[in-house]
């Protein structure tokens, strides 16, 4: 995976830079470990404009109902399309790989995409809910 994966065009602020480059990283190093397909980014890097067009194509205008303190606006987040859950599965299966690279996951199979973010969840468990 590449940094234009994850940017989509938009221009990250300097002070996310470093989180850039610790998601490359580690997304990278979770896709060599996992090795049954390439990762495709389905939402990566956003600001805060892209991020309230999501939640408004959702039908969500209430930021009290968006999370604004989203790791995707840090760069510190990145959904990876997973339609079968095949990803999904494995990372629960091999949750200590999960530990060693240092990611997270939400448990969210209503949508078919991987969230995994490179800073823990205010649970501090591997698998969280949204």
Known sequence: ?????????????????????????RINELESKFGKFKFIVTSGFRDMANHLRIYKEKGITDKSKIPMKSKHLTCEAVDISDPEFVLTKWCKENEKVLEEIGLWCEDDTSVKRLHLQIVAPASGKRFFKP
């Open 1 to 25: 995976m590449e940094r234009k994966d994850i940017l989509k065009g938009l221009e990250l602020p300097k002070e996310y830079e470093s989180n850039l480059n610790i998601l490359l990283e």
